[in-house]
């Protein structure tokens, strides 16, 4: 199962299990591991739960295995488990860093992270987001021509630019904030050089420009 070449977004429901499906039922059949197996099965029915317990059960014996842990990785995302995929995902690149979507759902998770958890700092969530940019930007680097790899690290700068933009925050900085509505822009207009008709995106530039330009 070649995991590594699949176009992954994280809106496509079911892990794009229409591509994925013929080369994980082969791959399954051939796997040694009866974890492994009952996890791949498990992702393809959409049991991200079963299918995070049987992967779990698969490590230590498939540690080195990235498309083990890439689906070990997708599963505890889709559980809503940010800090493991991401921690999960992050020993995906180790073994396969030219891996663009791995490096995209460790980005996605630590970004989702940083707005959504409440017990964490502001410098750590300033942190989470500026990692999650520079994953953007590896993966992008290896795969040029994803517009959903230049929307998030839009989505990425605008959450950074809100987080130190607001005045009376331990973090705020004008200038920071400036620059990354500045780099969401340039993202978004990325994005739209894709596909001009996108009026989601068309919107969020002249949000993005509002929140830079009303910064105090």
Do not use: C, W
């Amino acid at each position: 199962m070649n995991l590594k070449s699949l176009k992954l977004g994280l809106f496509t429901g079911v892990f794009a299990l229409v591509a994925l499906g013929a080369n994980a039922q082969q791959k399954q059949a051939e796997h040694s591991n009866a974890n492994v197996r009952m996890g791949q099965k498990a992702l393809l029915d959409g049991d991200f739960k079963n299918a995070e317990s049987y992967l779990t059960k698969a490590l230590p014996q498939e540690g080195k295995d990235p498309d083990v842990l890439y689906m070990l990785g997708y599963s505890q995302f889709q559980n809503g488990d940010y800090k493991k995929s991401a921690e999960t995902f992050g020993k995906v690149v180790a073994l396969s860093p030219k891996n663009a979507n791995a490096l995209y759902f460790k980005a996605k998770a630590n970004n989702t992270l940083a707005i959504q958890a409440n017990k964490v700092s502001a410098a750590n969530k300033e942190q989470l987001l500026r990692v999650a940019i520079e994953d953007y930007s590896k993966a992008i680097a290896i795969t040029p021509t994803d517009s959903k790899f230049y929307q998030n690290r839009a989505i990425a700068n605008r959450d950074l630019g809100i987080l130190i933009g607001t005045a009376g925050t331990p973090n705020y900085n004008k200038a920071m904030a400036t620059d990354a509505y500045n780099n969401a822009i340039k993202d978004y207009e990325k994005v739209l050089s894709f596909d001009s008709s996108k009026k989601d995106i068309q919107t969020e530039v002249k949000k993005a420009k509002v929140y830079r330009d009303n910064l105090k």
